[in-house]
Every structure is written in structure tokens, then in C-alpha cells.
């Protein structure tokens, strides 16, 4: 099955607001594809009430989010590992060194995708071959202006300001992954 792992620290504001976007999005067109947030950090923690009234401004619960802490498994089952920066991509991958193909900064895959265009009546995984195309290790290195901030111990404000990026780039993935072009009800690939 398709998998989207959603990664950051602590695995408590980002990377489940991420998921949590993503998941809605994918429910209500009907794809079924498996969604899953972690970080870095220890696991079994509620995610932050910043990120929760974050979205529940938006109709979303994270309620009963429990962080999860990524391991080799995880990252090797992946279709797509999304980094909240490029460290955690850097982190992905030294976990698991042949997901480099597939693992990218929210923010660079986006901007990655728009260059290469929305996915046609391709299989997901070749579409982000793709995406990927040559790019080099080196190009993480120092690569901060992928990075969403981390609003963790903030305001509500930076925890809305964080959602709507989220949210922004999220909308923006989906619709670049998931066209209605390629959409099952019309004959696409998932």
C-alpha cells in the first residue's frame, strides 16, 4: 500500500498537522492511501494544544494523537518521506540510505513537483522518480529555507500561521500527486 510519512522532531505540532491535512484531503475524494506522521524524539506523547486548536479551527481532531518516533522500518516502507526540515530528510535517510529517491523537505518537494508538473496516469512511485530526478545529496546541506518553523511553546497565532503553511503546501502536494487526471474514478493510477 501507498505510504506518506510526514516527519519532524518531535513528532507533536508539524508533522501531525501535515498528516492530518493530507488525511482529510485524501477521505474526501475518496483515495486510500496510508498516512503516517513521526519524529525524532521520544514517543507516546499528546500532540501540543497549540497544534490541536490549530486545526480544529479547521474541522480537524488530533485529539488522539500519540507522537510516534521514526525508525528504519518505517522510512523503508515508504512511498514518500516528507521532512518538516532538511535535517529530518537528512535523519530519513541515514536511517534507511536507499530512501533518498523518495525522501525530500515538505517545501522542496513542492517546489520540486510544480517544476516537473502534476502526475499523469503514472504510478505514484514513478512520478516521484521524477521529481527526484538528479538531484544531489550535497543540495540538503544547508538547504534552511526549506524549512517550515517549528511553533512548538508559541502562540496560537504562530500555530495558525504554521497551520496555514501546512496547509498551503499540503493543498498544493495533493493536487500535483493526486489530479483528478489521475484519480481512479476517472481511469488514473494510484
Same mark, same amino acid.
Given at each position: 500500500? /501507498?505510504? &506518506?510519512?510526514?516527519?519532524? /522532531?518531535?513528532?507533536?505540532?508539524?508533522?501531525?498537522?501535515?498528516?492530518?491535512?493530507?488525511?482529510?484531503?485524501?477521505?474526501?475524494?475518496?483515495?486510500? @492511501?496510508?498516512? &503516517?506522521s513521526a519524529g525524532l524524539l521520544e514517543a507516546d506523547r499528546p500532540a501540543s494544544e497549540g497544534s490541536v486548536r490549530a486545526l480544529h479551527w479547521r474541522g480537524l481532531d488530533l485529539g488522539d494523537h500519540r507522537? !510516534? !518516533?521514526?525508525?528504519?522500518?518505517?522510512?523503508?516502507?515508504? /512511498?514518500?518521506?516528507?521532512?518538516?526540515?532538511h535535517r529530518h530528510v537528512q535523519e530519513a535517510v541515514l536511517l534507511e540510505p536507499s530512501a533518498w529517491p523518495r525522501s525530500f523537505s515538505l517545501r522542496e518537494f513542492v517546489r520540486r513537483a510544480s517544476a516537473v508538473g502534476p !502526475?499523469? !496516469?503514472?504510478?505514484?512511485?514513478?512520478? @516521484?522518480?521524477?521529481?527526484?530526478g538528479d538531484r544531489t545529496v550535497q543540495e540538503m546541506v544547508g538547504a534552511w529555507?526549506?524549512?517550515?518553523?517549528?511553533?512548538?511553546?508559541?502562540?496560537?497565532?504562530e500555530y495558525r500561521d504554521t497551520a496555514d503553511e501546512l496547509d498551503e503546501l499540503v493543498g498544493q502536494l495533493f493536487d500535483l500527486a493526486w489530479p483528478k487526471s489521475a484519480d481512479p474514478k476517472s481511469g488514473g493510477e494510484e
Open positions: 500500500m /501507498t505510504c &506518506v510519512v510526514f516527519l519532524c /522532531t518531535a513528532n507533536l505540532c508539524r508533522s501531525p498537522m501535515a498528516a492530518a491535512l493530507l488525511e482529510d484531503r485524501l477521505e474526501r475524494r475518496g483515495i486510500e @492511501i496510508e498516512v &503516517v507522537s !510516534r !518516533r521514526v525508525g528504519r522500518d518505517l522510512i523503508s516502507s515508504s /512511498t514518500l518521506v516528507l521532512g518538516m526540515e !502526475r499523469r !496516469r503514472e504510478p505514484l512511485e514513478q512520478w @516521484i522518480g521524477r521529481v527526484h529555507d526549506d524549512d517550515i518553523a517549528d511553533p512548538y511553546g508559541r502562540s496560537d497565532d
